[in-house]
């Protein structure tokens, strides 16, 4: 059994204004999230989106879907607090090792700087640094927080310096993000509809996730029979949410045979 959560920390009025509005939206059925990107930590980048798919709330925008990263939940914070009415700010945390959390790791001792990987990146990250100064070579700069983990330049890397690892975000990291004063909701992302996979991080999260719209994000692999399983299981907590979302999940934008 789930325990209950205790000492619940209020959302804002503003927050929770945007709950009541993506819950709104969702009983319309017109329901449209911005994802930035679970692994996208470009704070700037998601300031950016946000400024303009904020600006069309709360009429087209409900809801803004940014990865486990300080800097980006402040980033996206700053200029949502600047709206009239703001569209939801929700946190992506992975359960148990979701593709959508990773990043290309470049091993530089490998690198030949063959320049592969530039044209093929999709957010620039790789570029070559300034080699004007005499009896110096260019070398491949990588920009780690541009990665979204979408993997095109791993196949096109002739000496596979580049890999794709998981990012983590540490539970107790997980519940400092949900206590930011912005947050208002959270997507889990699982392989698979579980409430026993799901157990151990909701009871950990406990508190934190009281008051907010909580979307769990899963394979399109169980049942009605799964489904209706772990919604019993849960039921006990959704008194302390403000919504629970079930979300069936696609392949991550890299759409590679390993998602």
């Known amino acids: 059994m789930l325990s209950e959560p205790t000492n619940a920390i209020p959302c804002s009025n503003t927050v929770q204004a945007s709950i009541t509005r993506a819950l709104a939206a969702l009983d319309r059925k017109q329901y449209f999230k911005l994802i930035a990107g679970a692994s996208l930590t470009n704070a700037r980048a998601v300031a950016a989106l946000a400024q303009v798919y904020g600006a069309l709330a709360p009429a087209r925008v409900a809801c803004i879907d940014v990865a486990p990263d300080w800097a980006v939940v402040n980033a996206a914070h700053q200029v949502l607090q600047t709206l009239e009415s ?104 699982t392989e698979a509809l579980n409430a026993t996979t799901l157990a151990p991080l909701l009871i950990t999260l406990g508190d934190a996730l009281a008051g907010k719209l909580v979307s769990i994000c899963f394979r399109p692999n169980a049942n009605a029979t799964q489904a209706n ?23 991550p934008m890299s759409g590679t045979p390993d998602a």
């Open 86 to 189: 703001p569209p939801l700010l929700m946190v992506s945390l992975d359960v148990d090792g979701d593709p959508h959390f990773r990043k290309a790791a470049l091993d530089a001792d490998v690198c030949t700087t063959c320049q592969a990987c530039i044209p093929v990146c999709p957010t620039g990250a790789f570029q070559l640094t300034d080699s004007s100064a005499p009896g110096e070579h260019a070398q491949l700069q990588y920009h780690l927080p541009d990665c979204y983990g979408c993997g095109r330049c791993i196949p096109v890397c002739p000496v596979e310096a580049l890999t794709l690892q998981k990012t983590e975000t540490l539970p107790e990291a997980m519940v400092a993000l949900l206590q930011h004063p912005a947050v208002g909701a959270v997507e889990l992302h």
């Open 229 to 251: 399983a772990a919604l019993t299981k849960l039921e006990q907590w959704l008194p302390q949410w403000a919504g629970l979302m079930f979300q069936v999940d696609g392949q």
